[in-house]
């Protein structure tokens, strides 16, 4: 068995993400890849999220992903345009 690295390793975030460094660290350890997660935004009956993920080796990983959830028993009208708008804002976050 060879010995570990000590080399500090520091995943390198986008603005928007709200997840903790030990958090990442533990995530690649575990498992190779971890994933960086925008705070929610939400809205009467919805909620939004968008994710970057990010290698072991410092490269981006998966895609970009948004992830919309909405309560049953559907939107207002009110609740539909923000959800719009604001999913528009999320896209070009996650696209930047
Ligand atoms: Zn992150």
Redesign the pocket.
């Known amino acids: 068995m060879t010995a570990m690295s000590t080399t500090r390793i520091v995943?390198d975030?986008?603005a928007w993400?709200s997840?903790s460094q030990s958090e990442?660290l533990r995530e690649l350890h575990w498992e190779g890849h971890t994933t960086?997660w925008s705070d929610s935004r939400s809205g009467e009956g919805w909620e939004i999220r968008h994710t970057a993920s990010t290698l072991a080796d410092g490269t981006p990983g998966e895609p970009a992903r948004l992830y919309v959830s909405t309560l049953g028993g559907g939107l207002t009208l009110a609740g539909a345009e923000a959800l719009a708008l604001t999913l528009l804002a999320t896209y070009e976050e996650a696209s930047d």
């Open positions: 995943v975030c986008p993400c997840v990442h960086h």
